[in-house]
């Protein structure tokens, strides 16, 4: 191995510390990572309290269209359907 060879591999091995920083954000990958988490089982919880309300209140009053869109709001769209639940004063009461 000669000089020019050990030093290009030294220039590649020695990376400056913006690039670490970058790379690594001061472990800043990890909380985000918790973050995305937290948020994917949240939505994930309040989807199926959603989908299993929607499903009590096919037994209470309101027409049979309000119910079904519930429903389908509750199965693929998941917390979004307790915007419908409060928005609709005739749906499940």
Do not use: Q
């Not at 309040?46 to 209140?57: D, H, K, N, R, T």
């Not at 429903?71 to 917390?79: I, K, R």
């Amino acid at each position: 191995m000669t000089t020019e060879e050990g030093n290009s591999i030294d220039r590649h091995v020695n990376t400056p510390k913006r690039v670490e920083r970058m790379t690594d954000g001061g472990n800043g990958g990890a909380s985000f990572a918790k973050a995305l988490v937290f948020f994917l089982l949240l939505w994930f919880i309040l989807g199926l309290i959603a989908f299993v309300y929607s499903l009590v209140c096919f037994g209470k009053s309101g027409s049979l269209l309000e119910k079904i869109i519930g429903f389908l709001l509750a199965l693929f769209f998941g917390p979004f359907y307790w915007v419908y639940y409060a928005a609709n004063s005739n749906y499940c009461r």
